[in-house]
């Protein structure tokens, strides 16, 4: 299928699909003009793409993962995946232990903020 194709069963934009074959996390062939032409695997595949982004990882990170998909008998590339994949988790933990923080910080503003008014419109 072409990538107009493609972009239409995965609801993901042809601009979109031509980074994720920069990035090698997709591939095509090429017709004798030039088009990208993808195989009906590349549906799922490129739903498992757009899972791992909305999760947060970067495609350097979806790279890394991606083989285990391909070569899940790999006993080394399913340790590196697993790896990277905690890595990515630990990651992610972090990163909302420190939103957890500045939303904490932010309610203190907002708390003492809504005792200035309070007091303000007791006082008008």
Avoid at 67 to 87: K, L, N, Q, Y
Wanted: contains cysteine; aromatic residues 4%; glycine residues 6%.
């Amino acid at each position: 299928m072409r990538i107009g194709e493609l972009s239409r069963r995965t609801g993901v934009s042809s601009r979109s699909l031509r980074y994720y074959e920069e990035q090698g996390l997709l591939t095509s062939s090429r017709s004798e003009a030039g088009q990208r032409h993808y195989s009906d695997a590349e549906v799922e595949r490129v739903a498992l793409i757009r899972q791992l982004f909305d999760a947060g990882l970067s495609s350097r990170v979806i790279a890394a993962v991606l083989p285990c998909v391909e070569t899940p008998g790999d006993a080394g590339v399913v340790d590196e995946a697993f790896a990277t994949m905690t890595r990515e988790r630990n990651r992610i933990d972090a990163e909302i232990a420190r939103l957890v923080e500045a939303r904490d910080a932010l309610d203190q503003v907002i708390a003492a903020n809504n005792r200035h008014r309070s007091a303000l419109a007791r006082s008008a």
